[in-house]
């Protein structure tokens, strides 16, 4: 809300709580998160079909690290680093979310923010028939024990998986990972 609308962590605080008081949201003040109901949500996706792709975009815009870079986004960010991709992907913005997953810097960063299920979970919306992409989600599926106990393990093991590989979308990514190793 404080990105999306502009308001400050106080405003955000108020309305938060008088969107729980109304019963219109679950809040979870710990996390710092809210949740519409399911009926709410359902109104609201109802009432704004037309405009939806518009506000995945506003909310992608709004949210995006100074940087440009999905990679830089801060570890807090628990909401965005667990449904970015359905975001950018309702917003139309398929090729930037592949070139996302492309970009071993951003899987570094999710699999630390998030767990080797969540990255391999983004891959299974991305991948279809994407041999590129379908070739790292199968690396990191592989990978997942050694990932799960050792994120530090992610360059070491996608070498290790995609090294003979050729694919020119994949070259970055493998050329970046003696740097993180």
């Not at 990255?119 to 990191?140: C, K, N, P, T």
Request: a positive charge; hydrophobic letters at 45%; proline letters at 4%.
């Amino acid at each position: 809300m404080r990105s999306l609308w502009g308001l400050g962590a106080i405003e955000a605080r108020k309305l938060g709580k008088r969107l729980r008081d109304l019963s219109l949201v679950s809040l979870d003040p710990w996390a710092g998160t809210l949740r519409l109901h399911a009926v709410v949500g359902g109104f609201l996706v109802g009432r704004r079909r037309g405009e939806l792709s518009l506000l995945h975009n506003r909310l992608i815009d709004v949210c995006r690290p100074v940087s440009g870079r999905w990679a830089d986004l801060p570890a807090g960010e628990t909401y965005l680093w667990r449904r970015l991709a359905g975001h950018l992907l309702a917003a139309g913005r398929r090729e930037e979310f592949r070139d996302t997953l492309l970009d071993l810097a951003f899987l570094r960063a999710k699999l630390e923010a998030t767990g080797i299920h969540s990255l391999i979970a983004d891959f299974a919306l991305a991948a279809g028939d994407d041999r590129d992409l379908s070739l790292v989600r199968e690396a990191l599926r592989l990978s997942a024990a050694a990932l799960g106990s050792d994120p530090s393990q992610l360059a070491p093991q996608l070498l290790g998986r995609l090294l003979d590989r050729r694919e020119r979308a994949l070259q970055p990514l493998l050329n970046a990972a003696p740097r993180l190793a």
